[in-house]
């Protein structure tokens, strides 16, 4: 056999030796993107979850095992508490066999997806964050809790001042780290002050807005908005996680 035809044989056996390998992790050391798992959804403050039970519905009617995490007591205690709640039941996927999950945080929620993400090495357990309306810069209306008689302002109340430690703590202007994301919000928002405290470095950060001018969506309404919906299951679908399109939710914004 000539040089050539050596060094050619070699190529193709090296590419069916590549093709037989598992798909290697991306660089950054994050899961496969394209092996979806399950996807687990935190309530926000007070931990009501009526709202995400309905998205979570719709996130099971693609196929997808959605699950609805709860906090513990009234969901208005400590975040990092919550925390690890949340890291609880990723283990508890991941131990099941689980590539990975994808989290979906709402309102404080988001927050907690946060803290889970920095103290939990969130980077290698969920292949994509989406939060809704989350606090990262704190909103006013806590501070302004936390301004009237004691107690006015429980502890996860106190946590979302904005300036608090625990949100300095969080590095929400910082890239480094965290798992793709998409962070969503309304402008409409009167319980997240000012809205765009949603926004997160190294994070898809936009309002629905910015896809739908004339959409108006409440803080309450996000978790169930046709529009939020359909951008959801866009981000935790098969496809990359890109920057949403007008295009893909003009059906929605025209209802």
């Not at 992790?25 to 996807?39: A, D, I, T, Y």
């Not at 959605?66 to 906090?71: F, M, T």
């Not at 979906?104 to 309306?133: E, F, H, N, P, Q």
């Amino acid at each position: 056999m000539s040089g050539v035809a050596l060094l050619i044989a070699a190529a193709i056996a090296a590419g069916l030796i590549a093709a037989l390998r598992p798909g290697p992790r991306e660089p950054s050391g994050l899961p496969p993107q394209n092996r979806p798992g399950p996807v687990l959804l935190v309530p926000g403050y007070g931990g009501g979850t009526g709202a995400l039970d309905a998205l979570a519905g719709r996130i099971r009617a693609t196929g997808r095992v959605a699950i609805v995490v709860r906090l513990p007591g009234t969901g208005t205690g400590s975040l990092v508490a919550d925390a690890a709640v949340l890291n609880t039941a990723v283990n508890r996927e991941l131990g099941r066999g689980a590539p990975s999950v994808d989290v979906i945080g709402y309102s404080a929620g988001g927050v907690v997806t946060l803290i889970w993400a920095r103290l939990d090495d969130g980077v290698a357990k969920a292949r994509r964050v989406v939060t809704l309306g989350s606090p990262f810069h704190g909103t006013r209306l806590a501070a302004g809790a936390a301004g009237l008689v004691p107690g006015a302002c429980p502890v996860a109340c106190q946590q979302l001042v904005p300036g608090s430690s625990l949100l300095a703590g969080l590095r929400a202007n910082d890239a480094a780290g965290l798992p793709h994301w998409l962070s969503l919000w309304t402008a409409d928002d009167a319980t997240v002050t000012p809205p765009d405290s949603a926004r997160l470095a190294g994070a898809i950060s936009l309002s629905v807005q910015s896809l739908c001018p004339a959409a108006r969506i409440s803080h309450s309404q996000l978790p169930v908005s046709s529009i939020v919906t359909a951008t959801v299951l866009q981000a935790i679908g098969p496809s990359p996680l890109r920057y949403p399109s007008r295009a893909g939710v003009a059906a929605q914004c025209a209802r």
